[in-house]
Nanobody, 113 residues
Framework: QVQLVESGGGLVQAGGSLRLSCAASGRTFSMHDMGWYRQAPGKEREFVAAISWSGNDTYYTDSVKGRFTILRDNDKNTVYLQMNSLKVEDTAVYYC??????WGQGTQVTVSS
């Protein structure tokens, strides 16, 4: 079983930055790719970014490329999402997952205009 705890969300003005964290436990974290997803009100959950188990490979949805960076620290069993140049349309609850089966409680990101 895996436990995931997301944190770091909040209210920020457009153009600002936030750094999300996802602390994982209960599984060999360093052996798994990790992903960030988000769900805006009234919309389906969508992929945002992913990182390979080694950290060498990263993937982003087109709308966040050049603005978001996914990182991981396997010694701390934590994956991060650095979000810069935030836009109103980035407003959503953000979730991390190793397998799109296990999810944390999410962290709310609200970007105001």
């Amino acid at each position: 079983q895996v436990q995931l705890v997301e944190s770091g969300g909040g209210l920020v003005q457009a153009g600002g930055s936030l750094r999300l964290s996802c602390a994982a436990s209960g599984r060999t974290f360093s052996m798994h790719d990790m992903g960030w997803y988000r769900q805006a009100p009234g919309k389906e959950r969508e992929f945002v970014a992913a990182i390979s188990w080694s950290g060498n490979d990263t993937y982003y949805t087109d709308s966040v490329k050049g603005r978001f960076t996914i990182l991981r620290d396997n010694d701390k069993n934590t994956v991060y999402l650095q979000m810069n140049s935030l836009k109103v349309e980035d407003t959503a609850v953000y979730y991390c997952t190793p397998d799109i089966v296990h999810w944390g409680q999410g962290t709310q990101v609200t970007v105001s205009s």
